[in-house]
């Protein structure tokens, strides 16, 4: 419920209980229920509060201490160095012994102790004139500030920390290392997020920390796989965002809102950029095992997670497919069928070196998604998922007609004719929802 | 005791948060003590670094050394190069080793390419970091200094036991900041 509903309801309680449709205990235990609820609003506001002063403050340092005092000897640059690394470890301890719960005090501190120990190792890097290497600077960071999530429970370093390396493993993939380590390196957090989700799952703080994952999952995936054999990667995204929406749906199904559905939202929407993607040629272009890739910048070890993730993320996501199937939900089999197609079309592509029958599988495929999407909005009433539907099969349309030698006149009839589709679509709906009691 | 036990941890922590930039600021003062002294000409440039500042990018003229014809050295490779000076007291890389070696002056880095009968080295000095304003005047001295017969400028280094620490830039033979000081930029129209 939004605070503005939460005000009016309170609002409205006096008026209720003169006309005696409540009585006063009733009224007293729904005060107190929606004043909690909305106390914990302020917090929330507090600690995004807190998180933003602890930001401002510790990158104002790094800014300063990237001016560069040159007047300044070395020690007193070293004393610099340590000045604000010291201060936050100060009132980390002082929290820590104080047994201070508060949030907002907890993550405003948290960022700043991570950025303090950037700013230290940053400024013995001026001073010493240390190598750029940025990957190495990212990863002895995040691996020093990584005891900030634990140590305060805070939630704002998690997110950094996953960023930070994120960024290191384009860095080390770039330079041709081993961005492999990113994933038990980026495990470390998981804890952290199994402790902050236990209770409420749909909470502000797993809800934050999910969507991280999400983001971190769908870039470190492409980043870290080596792309030995051409074209897996078709099989391995398609996989893991089938998997991610199915897993949202199966773990975290009575999510109230979309803010509080990181998995499906990211995974739904990335299956349909993805298979509208597919849709074209280039990415069934020389692809499958004629086209093997050799050579120094190929590491084997890394190579091999390529296929362990080609195995064994098609056929998590089917079994949690079929999981989905068995508790009835059966609308899931659409987004969720995904995986299967997307090695049927690999081994259609590499066998015959064709890319026609990929491309009409995946044609039909964002089609019956979009239709799927307006029939069950239709069914279940829902402007929004007929919306969506209406986008997808719109998003289609609109791309055959941009690479199909179609005249303008053509084109222009079904685009007025989709519109109009569009709007009396809505227009129904909408007059239903005023009809229904 | 959950207290005691997370105060503990937490000690741990702030120690290691310590110790890792107190020991890379006690290594390179090592050297900077200790080490013998190597001058590397050099082609500043100026970047920007959001965490460390403006800098001027250090372009080597040195940066490759002689290896038999055949030698196999992979990209990435460690491995350990001699240092010699020419006849002006430039340094210059005479050879390549993959064992450390016992006396001779050198520095331990890793191999960028091979071609022919060179291996392209990465060198582990690449940035002076200065001051916000003067980094652009650094490098527009060392352009106004450098003609394609008297290439001015290069880094003084303190190497020790194969790691090297770089002091000071110098463009004409003065370090950097006294050079700007003695030409303050001229007063802007």
Redesign the interface.
């Given at each position: 419920m939004s605070q503005k509903q939460i005000r009016w309801l309170l609002g409205e309680l006096p008026t209720l209980l003169n006309e005696g449709v409540i009585n006063g205990a009733a009224a007293d235990r729904l005060r107190q229920h929606y004043e909690s609820a909305a106390g914990k609003g302020r917090n929330w506001a507090l600690t995004v509060f807190g998180i933003l002063g602890g930001t401002l403050v510790g990158l104002g340092i790094i800014l300063l201490l990237a001016h560069n005092w040159t007047d300044m000897s070395r020690a007193m640059r070293t004393a610099l160095a340590f000045s604000p690394l010291v201060a936050s470890l100060l009132l980390a301890g002082g929290i820590l012994r104080s047994g201070n719960d508060s949030p907002a005090c907890r993550e405003g501190i948290g960022i700043f102790w991570m950025l303090s120990i950037g700013a230290a190792i940053a400024l013995v890097a001026q001073t010493y004139h240390i190598p750029g290497d940025a990957g190495r600077f990212a990863m002895t960071w995040m691996l020093l500030s990584l005891p900030v999530v634990y140590l305060l429970n805070a939630t704002g370093p998690a997110l950094a920390y996953l960023a930070g390396m994120t960024f290191w493993a384009i860095d080390a993939q770039e330079g041709g290392g081993h961005a492999i380590l990113f994933w038990p390196l980026a495990a470390l957090v998981l804890p952290h997020t199994a402790a902050a989700a236990r209770g409420n799952p749909y909470a502000s703080r797993p809800a934050v920390l999910f969507w991280g994952i999400s983001a971190a999952l769908c870039v470190a995936t492409g980043v870290t796989l080596e792309k030995v054999l051409p074209g897996l990667w078709i099989i391995i995204y398609a996989s893991l965002f089938a998997g991610l929406y199915l897993a949202g749906e199966f773990w975290f199904g009575a999510a109230p809102s979309f803010w509080q559905k990181p998995f499906q939202t990211v995974g739904s929407f990335g299956a349909v950029v993805l298979a509208l993607l597919l849709t074209y040629e280039w990415p069934w272009e020389e692809i499958g095992w004629h086209y093997w890739r050799h050579g120094a910048p190929y590491h084997g070890l890394a190579a091999a997670l390529d296929y362990a993730l080609a195995a064994a993320l098609p056929v998590a996501a089917i079994v949690l497919l079929a999981s989905s199937v068995r508790r009835g939900k059966a609308g899931a089999i659409f987004l969720g069928a995904m995986p299967i197609l997307a090695v049927m079309g690999y081994a259609l592509a590499a066998r015959t070196g064709q890319e026609g029958g990929a491309i009409a599988l995946f044609n039909a495929f964002v089609l019956a998604i979009g239709i799927e999407r307006l029939v069950h909005g239709f069914r279940a009433r829902l402007i929004g998922t007929v919306n969506a539907g209406l986008l997808i099969v719109f998003a289609l349309i609109l791309l055959r007609f941009f690479d199909a030698d179609l005249d303008f006149v053509f084109r222009g009839v079904v685009f007025v004719l989709l519109g109009i589709a569009f709007l009396a679509v809505n227009l129904v709906l909408a007059r239903r929802k005023g009809a229904a009691p | 005791m959950k207290?005691k036990s997370?105060?503990f941890?937490?000690a741990?922590?702030?120690i290691?948060?310590?110790v890792?930039?107190a020991s890379?600021?006690l290594r390179?003062?090592r050297v900077l003590q200790h080490g013998q002294v190597f001058k590397f000409r050099t082609a500043p440039v100026d970047p920007y670094?959001?965490?460390?500042?403006?800098?001027v990018a250090l372009r080597f003229d040195q940066d490759s050394a002689p290896v038999p014809q055949g030698a196999d050295f992979?990209?990435?490779e460690k491995v350990y190069a001699l240092i010699s000076e020419d006849a002006g007291g430039f340094a210059y890389f005479s050879g390549i080793r993959r064992s450390r070696p016992a006396s001779e002056p050198h520095l331990a880095l890793k191999a960028r390419h091979v071609s022919g009968t060179n291996v392209y080295l990465r060198?582990?000095?690449?940035?002076?970091?200065?001051?916000?304003r003067?980094a652009p005047r650094a490098e527009e001295a060392y352009w106004e200094n450098s003609v394609r017969s008297n290439q001015n400028a290069y880094v003084q280094v303190r190497i020790e036991k194969g790691f090297g620490?770089?002091e000071d830039l110098y463009i004409a033979g003065t370090p950097i900041?006294d050079y700007l000081a003695q030409h303050p930029p001229e007063p802007s129209r």
């Open positions: - | 207290t997370l105060l941890l937490f741990v922590a702030a290691l948060q310590l890792v930039p890379m600021i390179r003062e670094d959001a965490f460390r500042g403006r800098y992979k990209r990435n060198l582990p000095f690449d940035r002076f970091y200065m001051d916000e003067e620490v770089i900041r």
